[in-house]
């Protein structure tokens, strides 16, 4: 980015003009490939930015202005100015995500409501299970082609690349667009996935990328891409994506689905004791969307018999132990999870002898987990002795055969004796506790 011009009709810099470049800093970078490009997707940022915010164009180019002064403090220093130009591109795109970002319309809140009246129908005749069969009714099933990168058999340790063939399915037409747009979603191990589906209703499919970027919470993001003219367009160029899955612990998902003639992704994003439902509209910049919250109230139970699958072994709890996991459980709200921290009080009682940093492991079991949600610490009496306890569970993992994954931990006071024992949870939807709003996509699964 050489100059700006000083009109507001050519707010947007026009980039790095090398034929011009006069500075030790722009004729650095004229001659490194990588600040070029760097520097031209600065300027294509930038423009965006300005065209979504007409009458913010005055403070945008001063502040564009003070950048371009320090960028050329770096000098012949390469490393400086791409620094200096990542911070000012993550900073643009951050604005830019913000002033585009799409905000719901009156169809949308129709939709929400749709989904609401529909789970509340489904409820009534299975309220283990009424989101599910809601949206089963309205997934998308047709009309899409699906296909993965592949590894090269010859060289089977590089990753798996973009597929060099044509896919069944894929269109001539659609396979030149997907050339031409040089799509290419390989995260960790070049992992990733496509589907091509017709979003907008123009007779041309679009592009959902799913890109495994591993990590540790296994994160795979998706994206969407418009179909324009020969080539699928990223409206933030990369920098955004639709939704993410958390594979480690969370509890998400995500769906297409049709709701008054428009395509949603029903993305799910649950807690112990709530669904929360996210209709995001694919092709546009994620901001506040309509939201859908299911809420249930479980039944906690211990099992008599207890199996550790790890081990292979088969355990029967005594009359006794099972009696005071039982009372203990019954301190566990049947329809929030309380994370837990140190509580107020001790949750066994503290000996006169013990002191100073060692009492806090009367107030709470200890450190979590980010792949698990903390339920409740609570004490569990056995035989007069005092134990430290803690419900766990998968972010609300519910299945039809085993009801909630859930597990209570138990250890005493010295914390060098733990034992875990699992914990069934059998839910129902709550009547009128499915309720609508209109918010940010949050969680700390993983969001």
């Known amino acids: 980015m050489l100059a700006l011009h000083a009109t507001a009709a050519q707010a947007a810099p026009p980039g790095m003009q090398c034929d011009r470049a006069a500075s030790t800093t722009e004729i650095a970078i004229c001659a490194d490939a990588d600040l070029l490009r760097l520097d031209t997707q600065l300027s294509a940022v930038y423009g965006k930015l300005a065209g979504a915010q007409p009458q913010q164009h005055a403070r945008l180019r001063q502040a564009q202005l003070a950048w ?90 590089t990753g798996a690349k973009f597929p060099t063939v044509r896919p069944a399915g894929v269109s001539r037409d659609e396979w030149r667009a997907l050339q031409a747009s040089r799509i290419d979603g390989g995260g960790e191990n070049g992992v990733a996935s496509y589907t091509l589906m017709d979003v907008d209703g123009d007779g041309r499919r679009d592009l959902f990328i799913d890109s495994y970027s591993g990590g540790t919470g296994l994160f795979s993001f998706v994206s969407a891409l418009h179909r324009e003219g020969g080539k699928f367009v990223d409206e933030l160029e990369g920098d955004g994506h639709l939704y993410l899955i958390n594979g480690r612990g969370a509890n998400q998902a995500a769906d297409l689905i049709k709701l008054r003639g428009r395509v949603y992704v029903a993305y799910r994003n649950s807690y112990y004791g709530v669904d929360n439902i996210y209709l995001l509209r694919p092709l546009t910049v994620v901001g506040e969307v309509p939201r859908l919250a299911v809420h249930y109230r479980y039944r906690l139970s211990v099992p008599k018999v207890q199996k550790d699958e790890g081990k292979g072994t088969v355990t029967r709890l005594d009359s006794a132990l099972h009696a005071a996991i039982t009372r203990a459980l019954a301190q566990v709200s049947s329809e929030v999870a309380r994370d837990a921290g140190l509580q107020d009080k001790p949750l066994c009682p503290v000996p006169d002898t013990v002191k100073d940093d060692d009492r806090d492991a009367y107030y709470s079991y200890g450190a979590g987990h980010y792949a698990y949600e903390i339920v409740r610490d609570m004490p569990v009496w056995v035989g007069g002795q005092c134990f430290i306890g803690r419900l766990i569970d998968w972010f609300g993992g519910y299945s039809r055969k085993d009801g909630l994954f859930a597990q209570l931990r138990v250890r005493s006071l010295k914390g060098d004796d733990e034992q875990t024992y699992a914990v069934h949870g059998l839910r129902t939807a709550i009547a009128g506790g499915i309720k609508t709003s209109v918010g940010k996509v949050g969680g700390d699964n993983g969001m």
Request: net charge positive; with cysteine.
């Open 68 to 157: 371009l002064k320090a960028r050329d403090q770096c000098g012949s220093d390469t490393h400086c100015s791409s620094a200096r130009y990542e911070e000012r591109i993550a900073a643009l795109q951050a604005q830019l995500r913000k002033a585009i970002a799409y905000k719901p319309d009156s169809v949308d809140l129709q939709a929400i409501e749709d989904l609401r009246q529909a789970v509340e129908a489904a409820r009534k005749t299975d309220p283990v299970f009424p989101l599910e069969r809601a949206i089963d009714a309205i997934r998308i099933k047709t009309g899409m082609t699906k296909f993965a990168n592949v590894n090269d058999k010859k060289q089977p340790y």
